[in-house]
């Protein structure tokens, strides 16, 4: 016995020692740049609904579960989840055809379109779309799929029949969500990053306007001084389009509260033909900010629009008759004069005119859907697994449905929670997401004041995604951890409470370090460089010029920039100290994901990564590239964008 | 070269003295000659057009209801139902005011356009990005030509081609590091059968076979001799102004006379062998589906139907206005000239484009569009 217990012991302790051993060498870094150890299996379980879709009759609802890779079917009168299938990775959109015969899944991840029948509920194919595909929707036909991607600005027109792409139009700057005109002539695109704008010029974002018939771009309508388009709308009667938005003020120093601080929220209102004229309201009231808003819909009488804002788990609902009359619209145009749209731009104490009612969803409301009758309308609610339903008679909640996620919370989850939140902030201005949509970057540079006093120190906007590696933070190199940057310099710089404490703080830090690197398309499944990519990473790696000049080892891209965040994670002076900057060292950036991060250097002077070679490095002090050549600059380049 | 589609000599006579003493009558097409174009209008500044100066011409063959005009003062665009102008010039993000060259994306619709600052998108209405040396891969500044072939843009800068791929975003240059020629003056483009073609300033004529990302060269094979040593050896000089290729027939037009090459042998065309206005050729294009050649000289228009050896050209009874004038040639022989009380608004022509059997041409004082039925000006029938 004592033998067979010896045995045992030893079994049960090498076993614990295997366990362990692979515990632990499953700890530590991922190749996605995001950290093992903080996930735990329920992490993969929540169903983090997004989007919405009701068959015409109402009788089916569809949510996009974009964490679990899958869409439920769910009866909205029962409250019953009556199945669930596996679509592509991150699903985001959904569009139904004209017959509610079919679904269409945009699957952000795998740059596809799952086809569902509807009938069976089974993917019954699965279409190639472009890079990051997001909203999408069908023509009155059903015969062409417009789908927005993301990664690379652009608007896919796909035949539903041959599943084609037929045309790939340009868009603006991460083009998001899509809605058709009631009279099937127009398709408009909110975008969600600003255009390209002049340095230390307000943002604008812009209304991408598509001829259906023949499908070409005719308008591009711009929004000036927004940023974050998201929700977007056509009024039933198809005079206007509602694009729910970010009014940021971004340039004027943190300390400004007078007529918004750093952000305002609200809705653009846009004459629905092309060229026509845009104005703005906000959702926000003089002390209290509906933070991040999300989804957009009519209700099918036009009489209300509901809006979801995302960071204050809220719905508003706005009544149309006001907003018309504050907006003075008559016959679908415009009559106010320019001073005063722009006065209303930012103008807090209006929203009491136009909001009807404020209704609480459960956590972070997303896209959101109306019944036929109007009489209902059906909120995803990303964070609590679960869709709000709202009688739009009573404005008010009259049911959840679960969605059945898990019950438990786990530190990654907490921390999304955290960072999706507004409540942390003062008046509830501003949640992580906020500046990090998509844990990426809002395309903004920020006078953040107490860093660099009013007006000086302006700094470029840094993604959050695969950054668990890649301390100290900030430009300035301040925070030599997440933890010190979500404690008390979040909470001076940027929430003005008490920030970030105890296990909330842990929390946060445990959901941006386990964000990862989303998938790169400069890279090649397979990992192999193309010819110009292999050129351009040895000109990355190169010691000697293209004369035979030797190249100080401090002056070589790779040497500041090495693998595998790319980062040396030191201070360095490239030469770019501006005329407001107090100081010429900065943080050298991580070049995993460069791609996606324009604008770039410190004060996002760059829009292009040329910029930063062909404009700010005069002296060779960011790297010796005078001698290349401009087709080794874009070689260079090439190589850069696979990191 | 195939001998002429007509009959014989004396029937082309026969045809020609039954209008020798008027004009030839409407619809005129003389059997193996090109169509002939009697009916011209101008528009000009007075119609709203930015400037006189047309560079470049090109219908747009997706909206079918306009033309883009490259002018010396913005880039323009000619709704020729009701006379609409649309300017953009760089007060609207435009690259800069001289507009050398206009391409539309035959997919999106989008307008591109060749300027001495960058290569300008336009789309959507508005001026969407001006892409430069400096903040794009575009070889240079002052681009000359721009072509969309496939998903490729293509632009002729003075210091190399530039392709830029309108999904993927990538630039690649080609140059004298990478092209088979010492000369970088890229000066314009064509594309066909699967080729680009690259005019360049002094380099002749660079075709790239696309899918086999293959180089070939023609180059004048009698060097920097203004003449033609061996008639029809090859390009007629190496200074080219344009490519143009259609339907198995590269045209390379030159300040020293065109060529013409069956891709087995080159035909070369000067004032003083054949109908040719001038050999001063600012710019040719071929009619899409056929073997004409539509030549943009200093001098007038010709138009040579490469089958039959056939001319017409359009000029003006005098340098600088003066009544319109058409001629008929037959390989050198001139077998026909006269009047129109309207013809091409100057004799300097820098480009031309077709709508259907309609001709738009630009000179160096204004839009002309020719038909060859009378038509009364389409904003005259909107007014």
Known sequence: MKGRSKTVRVLVSTSVLIVMTLAFASYGENPDGSKHEHFQPEDTLYKSPIHLALTRDGGLLFVVCHNTDSVQMVNPLTREVLGEITVGRRPYGIALSPNDRRAYVSNSWDDTVSVIDIETFEVVDTITAGADPHGLILDRTGENLYVTNLYSSTLSIISTETGETIKLLKTGVKPLEVALSPDGRHIYVSNLLTAEVGFREPPESEVTIIDTEMQIVVDRRRLPGTNISQGIAVSPDGELVFVALEIPKNLIPETQIYQGWMVTYGIAVLEARPGGRVAFLLLDEMDLYYADPFGLVFSPDGRQIFVTSSGVDTVSVLDMDEVKRILKIEDGRITLPDETISLYARHLGLSSEYVDARIPTQFNPKGLVASPDGARVYVANRLSDSVTIIDTKNQAVVGEIDLGGPQVTTTVRRGEYLFNHAVISFQRQLSCITCHPENNVDGLLYDIAVDGGLGGNLVDNRTLRGVAYTGPFKWSGKNPTLMRQEGPRAAQLFFRSHGFTGSDQHAVVAFIESTPLYPNRHQAPDGRLTPAQERGKRIFERSQTNDGKYIPIGNRCITCHPAPHHTGRQM???????????????????LTGIYMTSPYLHDGRCWSLEEIWTLYNPYDLHGVANDLTKQQLNELIEFLKTL | MRPPKLVCISHLLACLSLVFTSNLCAETVLEGFPPIYENWETISTADGLPNDHIFWVEVDDVRKDRVWLGTDDGLASYQWKDGTVEVFTPADGLGHQAVM???????????????????????????????????SGLANDVVFAVIVEGRDVWAATIAGTSRYNIESGEWKIYSSLNMPTDENWCYNLSSGGGKVFIAAWGGGIIEYEVEKDHFRHYIDPDGEFEIELFPN???????????????????ATTYFGLSVYDFRRWNSYFDHDSGLASNFINFGRARPGTHEGWICTDKGLSVLNHDSNTWVTYTTTEDHGGKGLIRLHEGATKLH????????????????????????????????????TPTKPAREEAQ
């Open chain 2, 233 to 251: 050896d090859g390009l007629v000089h190496n200074i080219t102004t344009s490519p143009s290729y259609e339907s198995g027939l590269l045209w």
């Open chain 2, 101 to 135: 060259s206009v391409a539309v994306d035959p997919v999106t619709g989008d307008v591109w356009a060749a300027t001495f600052g960058g290569l300008s998108l336009i789309s959507g209405g508005k001026v969407a990005k001006n892409f430069t040396q400096v903040n």
């Open chain 1, 572 to 590: 360095n002076d490239v030469g770019t100290k501006a005329y407001f900057d107090t100081d010429g060292e900065f943080d050298t950036p991580q």
């Open chain 2, 337 to 372: 000239e006269h009047e129109i009380n309207q013809g091409i608004a100057h004799r300097f022509v820098l480009s031309v484009d077709f709508f259907g059997d309609e001709i738009w041409v630009g000179t160096a004082q204004g839009l002309s569009h020719g038909t060859l």
